[in-house]
């Protein structure tokens, strides 16, 4: 554990709430990314980032240090992230017609869909580059999903990854080299060029 975090993390313990901000502040946007990453929506990253820091704070008491602050984090990001997707994977898609006008308390506004004007051809091809990645690590089943995103965009090592998921190192090995054989064929057409 670094340092700093090993004197904010035992006063934090001890209910200091000044000590925890300074740990959420500190790991709020690694969190934020991650969440994000594994859920694929913005809203929903942000109140599952929130909850996160929630949970960690009731929890604190409990945190043994047997395992980095941040790991510990990601413990409980990522058995968030699961929860959510599986209460979303059973919910199924919300439906909403682009036509459908916007509520605003005692009236209603028609939408208005935003005009897209064209970039240089660069920028598009960096742009869907980007969703195509993106697809392609949602397209993923979860458990090569969450250590591809840990490993290669957060950085976590494979002994973190394997402590977060509770896992044995081998078992976090053969996922990112899966992960990585699912992605390299996904998106063939982007690694040939």
């Not at 984090?73 to 916007?102: E, F, Q, S, V, W």
């Not at 209603?108 to 004007?117: F, G, I, N």
């Not at 402590?163 to 992605?183: C, H, I, Q, Y």
Request: proline share 5%; net charge positive.
């Amino acid at each position: 554990m670094p340092n700093g975090d090993i004197a904010l993390v035992q006063r934090a313990k001890q209910g200091d709430a000044e000590a925890f901000a300074r740990l959420a502040a500190k790991y709020k946007d690694r969190i934020y990314n991650y969440v994000a990453r594994l859920c694929g929506d913005a809203p929903d990253a942000e109140d599952l980032t929130q909850e996160v820091f929630i949970r960690a704070f009731v929890a604190m008491r409990r945190f043994r240090g047997t395992a980095t602050f941040q790991t510990w984090l990601y413990k409980i990001a990522t058995n968030m992230a699961l929860d959510m997707l599986r209460k979303r994977r059973r919910a199924g898609p919300p439906a909403l017609p682009l036509d459908a006008p916007i509520e605003t308390g005692d009236s209603s506004v028609p939408r208005e869909l935003a005009d897209t004007v064209p970039e240089p051809h660069e920028a598009v091809a960096r742009r869907e580059l980007q969703l195509e990645v993106q697809q392609a690590i949602s397209a993923l089943s979860q458990k090569l999903r969450v250590v591809i995103v840990l490993f290669d965009i957060q950085g976590l090592s494979y002994e973190e990854i394997a402590e977060v998921l509770g896992v044995p190192l081998g078992t976090v090995k053969s996922r990112l080299f899966n992960a990585r054989m699912a992605l390299r064929q996904r998106l063939t057409r982007y690694v040939e060029q």
